[in-house]
């Protein structure tokens, strides 16, 4: 889908550990403040509890997961929009992201000294704010000096267009992501071209240690307060436990590790969810004798896209899709019951598809 999700922090807060945790590619990782000199880019396999279902009333060959592409951005610090610690170049790629995953160091360890001396993930926060904001106003206002070239000659576009960019620099001046601005649908074309770093959807992750898994810890508590009238999602996950359970080989040596520490599932699998669902993408399966398959589309997403998302011949030949719910289908069990009792519909290339859609694609070409 080309989409892609972030994640951020300052130096040191457990970033690798949990993209690790997520991720089939392992990255070294480092105590040193910027041990690190480039991004990691990995495509990680979504957990859906559906395909199991789905295989145990339709058995195949094998199963494919969707994926959601996901890449680790280096420490930030103080000064990175200058050029401070790894500067520019990872703002850069933050811009390239589609929604940011923060991780917040909510742990104490006196092995591992917190970049700035002290763990405060409050204070990691406005750090984090802070650089992106000024990164934001920085490319605001070079291009309201664009524009204000052409204004000169009294294009009320133009003239129109510098109202809204006064309105998102006066939002950045007062220490505000443009996330929390609201600008009308049709103003964000005046925006749009500058890919603002703080307009990306994002969720908090609280990393912790073991014993604060399942409850969380005082450091959760103070980032729940500072983000409670920002109608943000914060996680908790314990990097360092979760990394203990990846190296598990078997599934039910993970289960009796995960129920010791009170845990139903590992934390990455509800982050990584809660990151296809930030970019705003979902799901829909296909199924022959050979396998159970989720797709990933964005939502809004037509039948006729979608069948272009599995090859681009379905959707250049869309005939129609043969559509099955899921609740559906594990409720009655099988196409052919779906089939009699009315649950499988027959839906043009306007259909929107839905989460969780089980499509059979008729095309020819």
Known sequence: MALKCGIIGVANVGKTTIFNCMSNTKVETTSYAFGSSKSNLSFINVPDSRLNELAKLHPAGKI?????????????????????????????????????????????????????????????????????QLKDLESVEKKTEQVKHVAKSGDKDSIHGIEILDKVKA???SFKNIRSLEVDESDKKYIEDLFLLTVKPIIYVCNVNDDAAKNGNNYVDQVKEALKDQNAEIIIVAGQLEAEISE??????????????????????????????????????TMNRNEIRAWTVKKGSTAQQAAGIVHSDMERGFIRAEVIKYEDFVTLGSEHTCREKGKLSIEGKNYTVADGDILHIRFNV
Not at 259 to 274: D, M, T, Y
């Open 171 to 173: 939002h950045l001046d």
């Open 248 to 285: 598990f080989e078997e599934e039910k040596d993970r289960i009796e590790f995960l129920n010791e520490a009170g845990l139903s599932e590992p934390g990455v699998n509800r982050l990584i969810r809660s990151a296809y669902s930030l970019l705003n993408l979902i799901s829909f399966f």
């Open 64 to 132: 494919i997961q969707a994926t959601v592409e996901i890449v680790d951005i280096p420490g930030l610090t103080k000064g990175s929009n200058k050029g401070e610690g790894v500067g520019n170049k990872f703002l850069g790629d933050i811009r390239n992201t589609d929604a940011l995953i923060h991780v917040l160091r909510c742990f104490d360890d006196e092995k591992l000294p917190h970049i700035d001396g002290s763990v405060d993930p409050v204070r990691d926060i406005e750090t984090i704010d802070f650089e992106l």
